[in-house]
């Protein structure tokens, strides 16, 4: 079983940054394909960045791009979001997601179905 924690969450305001880290443990992330979701209050949840198994590919949902980085660290099993720039609309819970993959290049759709999800980590862009 893969066991996925976030971290890195918190209040910040308008305009400012976060790093949210995903530490993965039970399996090598070396064969997923790694993503981060959020879900604002009343909302549903919407995928935000995902990454390859062998992170030389990336995805953006269009209301992140150039101002979210996505990244990861197969030596350390672990996965990363830098967020600047925020936004209140950023405002959620932000979840990393794992999804077996059999192609080092290969980005999941939003619609993919993850096998395993972290408990997810809030952010909340106010000020």
């Known amino acids: 079983q893969l066991q996925l924690v976030e971290s890195g969450g918190g209040l910040v305001q308008p305009g400012g940054s976060l790093r949210l880290s995903c530490a993965a443990s039970?399996?090598?992330?070396?064969?997923?394909?790694m993503c981060w979701f959020r879900q604002a209050p009343g909302n549903d949840r919407e995928g935000v960045s995902c990454i390859s198994s062998g992170g030389g590919s990336t995805t953006y949902h269009d209301s992140v791009k150039g101002r979210f980085t996505i990244s990861r660290d197969n030596a350390e099993n672990s996965l990363a979001l830098q967020m600047v720039s925020l936004k209140p609309e950023d405002t959620g819970v932000y979840y990393c997601a794992a999804v077996l993959v059999g192609s080092k290049q290969y980005v999941p759709p939003w619609d993919y179905g993850m096998n395993f999800w972290g408990q997810g980590t809030l952010v909340t862009v106010s000020s």
């Open positions: 039970g399996y090598s992330l070396d064969h997923y394909a």
